[in-house]
């Protein structure tokens, strides 16, 4: 019940104007310890998660939902984790990815385009290039692939 309530919190925050390219990637909630990851279209800062935070808290304040003490963490989920929910795609076209389709197998290469629900990755193996059409709804797993 806990995580319903912050989510619907969380839904009328994100319609706020400083919030519209935001969106909830997950809620943990466990005992007193609340972790919400965020992301957005053009990624998220510190700032936009601290002024989320801070309205988290506020309403954690007055409803003592959690308790006088407790943990809030507002962050993005970070570049290791695995890519969850299909809003994210769009802003990571021109980088490589690994993707983990639902029947195990794998593809590793350049996103080079999303059209509609379709990704269109460039694979190049020695000289060959190869390119791959895979529908959002094939994907179990994705990950950026960070070039150091």
């Known amino acids: 019940m806990g995580v319903e309530k912050i989510k619907?919190?969380?839904s009328s925050i994100l319609k706020?104007?400083?919030?519209?390219d935001t969106?909830?990637?997950?809620?943990?909630l466990e005992d007193k310890k609340l972790e919400i990851f965020i992301d957005g279209d053009n990624g998220v800062d510190f700032g936009k998660c601290r002024r989320i935070s801070r309205k988290v808290e506020e309403?954690?304040?007055?409803?003592?939902?959690?308790?006088?003490?407790?943990?809030?963490d507002v962050s993005s989920p970070g570049a290791t984790k695995p890519l969850k929910i299909f809003?994210?795609?769009?802003?990571?076209?021109?980088?490589s990815l690994k993707i983990i389709?639902?029947?195990?197998?794998?593809?590793?290469?350049?996103f080079k385009n999303l059209d509609g629900e379709t990704l269109e990755i460039?694979?190049?193996?020695k000289k060959e290039v190869t390119t791959h059409h895979i529908l959002f709804q094939d994907i179990d797993k994705?990950?950026?692939l960070l070039a150091f």
């Open 16 to 20: 706020e104007e400083e919030f519209l």
């Open 59 to 72: 309403f954690l304040d007055e409803s003592l939902m959690l308790g006088e003490k407790y943990k809030l």
């Open 23 to 28: 969106f909830v990637l997950e809620v943990i």
């Open 101 to 110: 389709l639902k029947d195990s197998s794998e593809i590793e290469g350049l």
């Open 142 to 144: 994705s990950y950026v």
């Open 8 to 10: 619907a919190l969380l």
């Open 122 to 125: 460039e694979v190049k193996k």
């Open 87 to 95: 809003r994210q795609y769009p802003k990571h076209v021109g980088r």
